[in-house]
Nanobody, 116 residues
Framework: QAQLVESGGGLVQPGGSLRLSCAASGFRFSIYPMNWYRQAPGEERELVARIASHDFSTNYADSVKGRFTISRDNAKNTVYLQLNSLKPEDTGVYYC?????????WGKGTLVTVSS
């Protein structure tokens, strides 16, 4: 059974950095694109970043371009999201996601709070 477990969230001041991790298990991680979403309080969940499976090409939401970096380690079945120059509006729960055979698998999320 596919499983995703996020970690690395926390409280950080504006301008600070965090590194989120998502450990995957139960499926062939290396062949699937991986996604990071976030959901701010009272808002809909939005796609933040995506990374392809083989060429590691990436896409980002306009709101995070130049500040966030998605990466993956296929040997460790892990995808990362480096968050730099954090702003209060980056606050939210960050979720790891994979879509396989029209089934979407989500982790439980990790909370990022950006506040002074």
């Amino acid at each position: 059974q596919a499983q995703l477990v996020e970690s690395g969230g926390g409280l950080v001041q504006p301008g600070g950095s965090l590194r989120l991790s998502c450990a995957a298990s139960g499926f062939r991680f290396s062949i699937y694109p991986m996604n990071w979403y976030r959901q701010a309080p009272g808002e809909e969940r939005e796609l933040v970043a995506r990374i392809a499976s083989h060429d590691f090409s990436t896409n980002y939401a306009d709101s995070v371009k130049g500040r966030f970096t998605i990466s993956r380690d296929n040997a460790k079945n892990t995808v990362y999201l480096q968050l730099n120059s954090l702003k209060p509006e980056d606050t939210g729960v960050y979720y790891c996601n994979v879509n396989r055979f029209n089934i979407s698998t989500w982790g439980k999320g990790t909370l990022v709070t950006v506040s002074s």
